[in-house]
Nanobody, 126 residues
């Protein structure tokens, strides 16, 4: 069982930066693949980024590649999402998720993650 709590979301102007944090509690946090997803009003939840348990491999949606960076600190049971050069289309509720996922193709799929946080709102104004 893993509990996840996100923080760091707020309103920011286009071109600005934010860092989201997700703190996990429970056993074996460092054995989970961690992902960030987002959901805008009226849209489906979409993949943003993922990081494997070791932190050695990361994966990104094309829409955020080069602007967002996912990282983790297993000693602190925390995963981060550094978001730079924010755009209005990045506005969404951002969720972190944890899953034991063995296939790379499943990192992008929300259903592969068994644990979810409550979400944090990011609003980017033009």
């Amino acid at each position: 069982q893993v509990q996840l709590v996100e923080s760091g979301g707020r309103s920011v102007q286009a071109g600005g930066s934010l860092r989201l944090s997700c703190v996990g509690s429970g056993r074996s946090f460092n054995s989970y693949t961690m992902g960030w997803f987002r959901q805008a009003p009226g849209k489906e939840r979409e993949f943003v980024a993922a990081i494997v348990w070791s932190g050695l491999s990361t994966y990104y949606a094309d829409s955020v590649k080069g602007r967002f960076t996912i990282s983790r600190d297993n000693a602190k049971n925390t995963v981060y999402l550094q978001m730079n050069s924010l755009k209005p289309e990045d506005t969404a509720v951002y969720y972190c998720a944890a899953g034991r996922i063995s296939r790379e193709t499943n990192y992008y799929v929300p259903g592969s993650y068994g644990y979810w946080g409550q979400g944090t709102q990011v609003t980017v104004s033009s």
